[in-house]
């Protein structure tokens, strides 16, 4: 692409269709999956939009832009006055944008990966305590068979209480757990298969609680006269098609607050996080954990290293012949 005038002032003007169900798709993953707060995902949306403009105005799209094209776009912003920290910003939020799009087989690359720059240190992932789990799911297991509930309360109750012993059983994405299809209950099989991103298809273990947690919403269904007969697990009860994930991200929150947890320290994403976490913590290899998440690339699931480097520490700290503790 040559130089072009700037293009700030018609941010977002040339967003194709596709471009902008993109962005849209990725700024609901920030806000259900990440937790990302409202403001941040405002703020994505105009630097999104805005390197989409300049994109445009130099006849190409942010789906079709080259590192080159990237680093045209910050040398603009550069031009334009804008502060190194604010250049930055909008560097990570086009890091992220893109590292989406390729995970998701949008592109089959990151323009943004030779770029160098203020790279923010990726942070470690937002966990739950095993002890906060234990208490989410005893809440979510009472809450189930509460009986002074309706039979339409207690069938709501019974698919949360569901949702959470699946999600912390397996480690599933969101977005995978509530478009289950309910022939996965065939029987009270120990694996199910799951269909990730990409469409592909991996078998993860589900364990006895979440099995009896799925044995009572069923009945819970039955009780409430509810059909079963539909194509997803987890219906939505006063509409068509499945539960959203917006909607499973809100209750999620309401349970934990109801058991003292802040609301704020727990998404889909976290539990997601903590299934994967407490798997290492507790001797899991970090291959085997990349599968169960179904992570195409093992560098996504190094995000977890840190678990990996307390456990070897606590090893040689607990059992080297060397080592302080064991001399003692």
Do not use: C
């Not at 993860?204 to 006269?225: C, N």
């Not at 909607?247 to 889909?268: M, Q, T, V, Y």
């Amino acid at each position: 692409m040559s130089a072009a005038p700037d293009t700030g002032a018609a941010a977002g003007a040339g967003l194709s269709a596709r471009e902008g169900a993109d962005i849209e798709t990725f700024l609901e993953m920030m806000a259900v999956e990440r937790g990302a707060a409202d403001n941040t995902v405002v703020a994505y949306r105009r630097d999104l939009e805005d390197a989409a403009g300049f994109m445009a105005g130099q006849g190409g799209s942010l789906m079709t832009a080259t590192t080159e094209d990237i680093r045209a776009y910050v040398g603009r912003l550069a031009a334009r006055g804008f502060a190194e920290t604010s250049r930055s910003r909008r560097l990570s939020a086009l890091r992220q944008y893109y590292r989406f799009l390729y995970v998701e087989g949008r592109r089959g690359d990151d323009p943004t990966g030779p770029i160098e720059g203020a790279r923010r240190k990726q942070p470690l992932p937002k966990i739950m305590s095993e002890d906060e789990v234990d208490r989410l799911l005893d809440r979510a297991a009472a809450e189930a068979v509460d009986p002074e509930q309706s039979p339409a309360r207690r069938v709501r109750a019974a698919r949360m209480h569901a949702l959470v012993e699946l999600l912390y059983a397996t480690g599933m994405r969101v977005s995978e757990l509530v478009s289950l299809p309910r022939a996965v209950l065939r029987g009270r099989q120990r694996m199910i298969v799951v269909r990730g991103k990409g469409d592909k298809e991996r078998m993860v273990p589900i364990g006895e609680a979440a099995r009896d947690a799925l044995t009572r919403l069923s009945e819970a269904m039955r009780e409430a006269t509810i059909a079963e007969e539909g194509r997803w697990l987890f219906p939505a009860l006063s509409e068509s098609g499945h539960l959203t994930r917006q909607a499973f991200a809100r209750d999620l929150k309401a349970l934990a607050a109801r058991e003292g947890i802040p609301a704020e320290r727990i998404s889909p994403h976290v539990l997601r996080h903590a299934f994967a976490s407490h798997l290492l913590q507790n001797g899991a290899d970090l291959r085997a954990v990349q599968e169960l998440l179904g992570h195409a690339d093992i560098s996504t699931t190094q995000i977890y290293t840190h678990v990996l480097e307390e456990r070897l520490i606590r090893l040689v700290t607990d059992h080297h012949p060397l080592s302080e503790q064991s001399r003692e």
